[in-house]
Structure formats: structure tokens, C-alpha cells
């Protein structure tokens, strides 16, 4: 018999060979495992992680690392790393690992900017063939190739992913979804060609309609949303909203029983305040024409040259033109040392001569034409609201803000002045504020908007029109001023947002210089630099929560410079856009291809029929109180600021404040909400700053005519 202790003993010295032989074994298997549980999700864990996992192990686990690693270094916009690590991958791959090598290249492509590489290669995956995980991958690469251009691919794209995702990612899917939505036309939705079994996506294009449909009354709007939700209760919109439909749902009017009125009333800036006051108080008195005025459906009558007419008028939206050699004042011509920050926008000078309205009034958008689409809210009249007028030029705003509070004012409309605007912010005020201006940094405020008319607000609008005549090669040719700058980084900044390239710009001296280059017969060549201030501004690419702005492609650098300029943004003075064209003719001749166009800053009455005649074919913006829209507002406006034309502009802004501060939830909740204003079309974007809408008028043959 075995003694006991002999039994211990040989157990005690059996166990730990058991245990390393356990140890090692759950070694061999837990490697593969823990790759294969990550390659079929997320990438939860650094690049140094993986790297040191894959530098630790061997075979089938070591190349799972090695996948797990590049995307976790794409993730980390360690793109570089990344592609180094890809070239390194071994030939020998399985299925499920070649399928996420297919995919990395895509999102390298990606990540290096090559969007039409990473086009074709997505055209070789099936994703089908791919795990949930890689599927999200695959579909967000084809969001991102698409570069938020709405289009029926990408809306595809959107309704495959949604599934897919989880908690916030789903939300940021659905409102991605409404935002595509959203950008198309009713036409372009209308266009769609898509199969009979796509319930979703007709889902989705029924709320389109019933948005475009009532966008303009938020009740009507509320009870469409309700029926579009039991009409289809398994679409992931009805079960998850869109965020900016959820405001709509939430959409309390704001009262406009007690409006503050705040504005400079002495100094230097006094008289664009009366201007907008009395803009204001003739429209909260029923005096002004109300916006968006029924009108005969004929375009403006083509003028007789010898005639000054309202169409040759500035088509400035408040400012004074000056000459680049000295720096002034968007509306003044005072010195920049003097100048008040209030930038109402491009205008033009003072005319000499004035005349009445020649034209018949006409209900338009920009590019001269009514739109049955788009429903205009009516001005309401109401006498009953109590307004009360406050000096911002006589003490510091908190104070005056303060005041407000306890006069018990429902809404503030003001400042104007850029500082004061930014002094408003400060405040973290809870008034609802329709700011007159708009801060260099724009910030999201649940009771701020933000209405300018301002020089770059115009250079957006431009950027609209030409990509909407189908130019794709634009030169923007400004003065060597702040105001150049600041007019082409923002058409610049649009042009790409509409998904056009590189910008070239071109800036141009004093009209004495133009004068000599003229005299030298130099011309001006159709060539420029790209405009690398705007570069930030194009569409970046995210993976993985990180967003790389794309750099411009060659193509893009010398697809102007190389000659094809095919259209020319001039912000100039009359004297300079006198001289500027003939000499853009006389490098290029008469019919050198490039279409032109030019800020309302080169426009004014006083222009005679030799003027018009040398400006034939050239294109520029107007407001659509002076473009023929409103003759009666027009007359009443000029009257009232002793024809002065600027000023007459800033009484129009007045007006259409009254209209956007009774309107002031609808703008600020309500998304598409739109108002046919006297300064433009205004709609409202995500961050409540008013976009207008210009009208574009034309010389022809001597006369002024609207762009169809």
C-alpha cells in the first residue's frame, strides 16, 4: 500500500506541470479569439496597442493585429503609418482578411484624398460579402466619397448604413439623411428615379414633400409630420426624428408684444440707424408695402438708355464704394481710424440724379424670377406692439440690456454695430435677439439670429449664381484691401461647399494704376493663385471621428491659371469696372469665354448710356427693393432718406427686420422657413444666420435687364 504522504507528495509535484500545460494551452486559443472578437467590431484600443500585440505574436493572430493596427492608426490620422503598415501585409492572406485589406485600401484612399481611387476600388467590394462591422465601413466610404453632394447614391448610402448603427451614430445618420434631403430642390426630388421596393427612401421623399409643402406654416407643418409618422411608423425618421424636425415639433411662437429697438442714434453710425428705424416703424405701421406683395408676373420694362432708371441703380446692400488706395469704411468714407465697425455691406455712391420707378413691380427671387415654390410670409401689421427705441451709442450695452429686462421687452432687435453684437453675446442675455450684424466667429444661440448685409454675404450669393449658370473655373478679381480679402475667402469658402475646386484670385491696384497699365496696353489676363485661406473650408474627410480637410488637387491649382477661366467675379467701384472690363478685352478680345459678373458695388443711377453700353453682357446683383421687386417700398424708402441710395438699402433692412422679428421662431426653430424680403430671399441656416438671396440684372444693348 502507498503511504499517504507518498500520494501528497506526488500531487503537489504533478500540479504545477498541470497548471502550465493549462496556462499554455488557454494561450494558444485566446490570441485568435480576442482578434477575431475585434475584427468583428469597433477598434476599441490605440494603434499602440495593437502594434504591441501584433509584435508579439505570430501567424494568422500576427496579421489580424497587423489589420486591427492600420485601422486603428487610420482612426488616429496616422495615415502615413498606416500605409507603410498596409505595404507590409503578407501575400498569404484568408478570405476574411484579404475582404478587410479591401476595405483598409479603400479607406486609405480615402484618407489620402484620392476620392476617385477610393470611388473604384468601393466598386469592387461586395457588401454583401462583409461582416456588420466592415458593412458601417463600407457605406460611411461612400458617404464620404459622395462630399455631402446630395444625390440618390448617397442617400443609398445613408439608408444602408442606418441599421447598422447604434445611439448617437444613428442620430447623426437620420439627420445626415434629412440634410441631403433637405439641400435638393423639389425638382431635383422629383427627378429620382428609384425601385419599387425602396420603401424607406419613398418614405423619406413623402416627408421631403411634406416639409417643402409647409415649410412656411409651423402648425400645418406639426400636423404633416404627425400623419407622415403614421403613415410610415417603421421608416427610422418616424421612430428617430430629425433633429431640426424635433424643433418644429417644438415650435412656441415668440411674442412681439414689447420689441426693443437698439441702434446708434449719435455719432458717426447715427444716420444708419435712423435709416433702419424709420424702415422698422413704417412697416410695424402698416406704411411699407408688405413683403412678399402680390405682383404682376411681367419682368421689369427694358428702359430707353437715355432714361435713369432704378435698375441702373447701385444694386448695394448699404455701402459706399471707395477707393483701394485708402481703406475706408464698408458705408463711410471715413478714415479706417475713424470708421464705426457696422458692414452693411457693398454699395455704391450717391447719385446724382434720381428718378422714379420705371418699372412694374414683380415678386422675384434671384435671377429675376417668381417662384411658385417658394410661399412668402406676409408682413403683419400690427400697430398694437409696443416699441421703444434705445441709443447704444449712449451707454455700455449691458446696461441698456439690463433696461430691456425690466421694461419687460419679449424680443430685442440690435445692435448694429459688430462690437456691440459681440457685446450681446458676451451677455449670455436670455431676450430673444435679432442681431443686425454678424461677429467675425458666429456662434450657435438658441435666442440669437443673425440678419447682415454684408459684402461677403453678397460674395456667397455670387459664388451661388455663377455655379448655378454652369461655370466651374471662377477668378475672382478684387481690390488689395481687408474688403478684397474678406470678399474672397467667402466665395471662395462657398464655391467649395457648392463641391467646386480651387479658387484663383487676382487683386488690382487704384484706377490710377489701372489707368497707367491701361495706357501700357498690359490688359488683364483670365489668371490668378489659388486662394489658400479657403483651402480649410473644403470638404474633409472623417474616419473614424476625425476630420482631414482635403488639400487642392493639382487639377484643381491649374485649372484656371492654365487658361480656362470660365467666369470672373469683379468687386470694383464704377471707375474701376469701367476700366477693368475693357481691359480684361483687351488681353483676352471681346470674346474671350469667361462670363462676367460684378458686386453691386460697381452699379449706380448716375451711369450714362456710354457706361451701359461698355458694361454689354455683364452681370451684377441688386437687392429686389431696387431690381423692381417692391416700386412702391422703392419710392417710399427714397423719400424718406432724401433719395440717398445707400440709406435707402438700410431702410429696406428695417423693413425686412420688422418682418424676421415677428417671424423670429420660424427662422430660429423652423428649418427651410423662408421670407421674400426687400433685401432678398431670407432663409435661415443652422446657426440662425439670415442668407439672402440677390437678384441679378444684366446689361444689354444699353439697357438693364433681370437674368432669366
Not at 411662437?253 to 428705424?277: C, D, R, Y
Not at 434671384?366 to 447704444?392: C, F, I, R, W
Not at 443686425?436 to 459684402?455: D, G, H
Not at 427686420?657 to 430671399?681: C, D, E, K, Y
Request: proline fraction near 7%.
Amino acid at each position: 500500500m502507498v503511504p499517504s504522504k507518498f500520494v501528497r507528495s506526488k500531487a503537489a509535484r504533478c500540479l504545477p506541470v498541470v497548471l502550465a500545460a493549462l496556462f499554455f494551452a488557454g494561450c494558444g486559443t485566446q490570441t485568435p479569439d480576442q482578434t477575431a472578437a475585434h475584427m468583428q467590431g469597433e477598434t476599441q484600443a490605440d494603434s499602440g496597442y495593437y502594434l504591441h500585440q501584433m509584435q508579439q505574436s505570430t501567424d494568422d493572430s500576427k496579421t489580424n493585429w497587423q489589420l486591427l493596427a492600420i485601422r486603428a492608426l487610420l482612426k488616429e490620422g496616422k495615415s502615413q503609418h498606416a500605409l507603410e503598415l498596409f505595404n507590409q501585409l503578407p501575400q498569404t492572406l484568408t478570405d476574411e482578411q484579404r475582404r478587410e485589406q479591401a476595405l483598409l485600401a479603400v479607406e486609405l484612399k480615402v484618407a489620402q484624398q484620392d476620392l476617385a481611387a477610393a470611388s473604384t476600388l468601393l466598386g469592387n467590394l461586395n457588401p454583401a460579402d462583409l461582416n456588420p462591422s466592415q458593412q458601417a465601413r463600407y457605406y460611411q466610404a461612400q458617404i464620404t466619397v459622395s462630399q455631402g453632394r446630395p444625390s440618390l447614391a448617397l442617400l443609398r448610402a445613408l439608408i444602408a448604413q442606418e441599421p447598422l448603427l447604434q445611439g448617437a451614430d444613428k442620430q447623426k445618420n437620420i439627420d445626415a439623411t434629412w440634410q441631403a434631403l433637405s439641400q435638393m430642390t423639389p425638382e431635383q426630388a422629383r427627378a429620382l428615379v428609384i425601385n419599387a421596393d425602396e420603401n424607406t427612401l419613398q418614405g423619406w421623399l413623402d416627408l421631403q414633400r411634406v416639409w417643402f409643402d409647409n415649410r412656411n406654416d409651423p402648425n400645418m407643418m406639426k400636423a404633416g409630420i404627425k400623419d407622415w409618422q403614421t403613415r410610415y411608423p417603421q421608416n427610422p425618421g418616424a421612430q428617430m426624428l430629425p433633429t431640426q424636425l424635433v424643433n418644429v415639433e417644438n415650435f412656441k411662437p415668440a411674442s412681439t408684444e414689447k420689441i426693443a429697438l437698439l441702434l446708434p442714434l449719435n455719432g458717426q453710425a447715427a444716420v444708419f440707424g435712423h435709416a433702419i428705424q424709420q424702415g422698422f416703424e413704417a412697416a410695424k405701421n402698416a406704411g411699407a408695402a408688405p413683403v412678399g406683395a402680390p405682383a404682376p408676373s411681367q419682368p421689369p420694362a427694358a428702359q430707353p438708355a437715355s432714361v435713369s432708371t432704378p435698375q441702373a441703380t447701385p444694386a448695394a446692400v448699404g455701402a459706399v464704394a471707395s477707393p483701394a488706395s485708402a481703406p475706408v469704411n464698408d458705408l463711410t468714407n471715413e478714415p479706417a481710424a475713424e470708421q464705426p465697425a457696422l458692414e452693411p455691406g457693398p454699395g455704391a455712391e450717391q447719385p446724382a440724379a434720381q428718378g422714379q420707378p420705371a418699372t412694374e413691380a414683380q415678386q422675384v427671387t434671384a435671377g429675376g424670377q417668381p417662384s411658385p415654390q417658394q410661399t412668402a410670409a406676409s408682413t403683419p401689421a400690427n400697430p398694437s406692439a409696443e416699441l421703444k427705441v434705445y441709443d447704444t451709442s449712449s451707454q455700455p450695452l449691458t446696461q441698456i440690456l439690463n433696461q430691456v429686462q425690466q421694461d419687460g421687452a419679449s424680443i430685442v432687435v440690435g445692435p448694429l454695430l459688430k462690437e456691440k453684437v459681440d457685446e450681446v453675446i458676451r451677455s449670455n442675455t436670455p431676450l430673444n435677439v435679432l442681431a443686425l450684424n454678424q461677429p467675425e466667429s458666429v456662434q450657435n444661440r438658441a435666442n440669437i439670429c443673425y440678419f447682415a448685409l454684408s459684402p461677403e454675404d453678397e460674395a456667397r450669393d455670387a459664388a451661388n449664381h455663377i455655379w448655378q449658370e454652369g461655370h466651374r473655373a471662377p477668378l475672382v478679381l478684387v481690390p488689395q484691401s481687408a474688403l478684397g480679402d474678406r470678399v474672397t475667402n467667402a466665395f471662395a469658402a462657398q464655391w467649395q461647399h457648392l463641391g467646386g475646386g480651387t479658387v484663383l484670385q487676382q487683386k488690382f491696384g487704384s484706377v490710377a494704376e489701372l489707368k497707367m497699365n491701361i495706357n501700357g496696353g498690359s490688359g488683364i489676363a483670365l489668371t490668378g493663385s489659388p486662394v489658400t485661406t479657403s483651402l480649410p473650408q473644403q470638404q474633409g474627410v472623417t474616419i473614424g471621428g476625425l476630420t482631414i480637410p482635403a488639400p487642392p488637387t493639382d487639377a484643381q491649382i491649374t485649372a484656371g491659371s492654365s487658361g480656362n477661366v470660365d467666369a470672373v467675379y469683379i468687386v470694383a467701384t464704377k471707375d474701376e469696372v469701367a476700366l477693368i472690363k475693357p481691359m480684361i478685352a483687351m488681353r483676352n478680345g471681346s470674346h474671350g469665354g469667361a462670363a462676367l459678373y460684378a458686386s453691386s458695388r460697381s452699379a449706380q443711377s448716375n451711369a450714362g448710356p456710354d457706361f451701359r453700353l461698355e458694361m454689354e453682357g455683364l452681370q451684377y446683383s441688386e437687392i429686389p427693393m431696387l431690381a423692381g421687386g417692391n416700386p412702391s417700398l422703392q419710392q417710399q424708402a427714397l423719400s424718406s432718406v432724401n433719395n440717398d441710395y445707400s440709406l435707402a438699402r438700410l431702410y429696406a433692412m428695417g423693413v425686412d427686420a420688422w418682418s424676421l422679428a415677428n417671424h423670429f421662431s420660424q427662422m430660429r426653430q423652423v428649418p427651410g422657413f423662408q421670407i421674400n424680403g426687400n433685401t432678398g430671399a431670407l432663409t435661415a441656416n443652422q446657426d440662425c444666420v439670415i442668407n439672402r438671396k440677390l437678384m441679378w440684372l444684366k446689361y444689354q444693348q444699353g439697357q438693364i435687364v433681370p437674368v432669366n
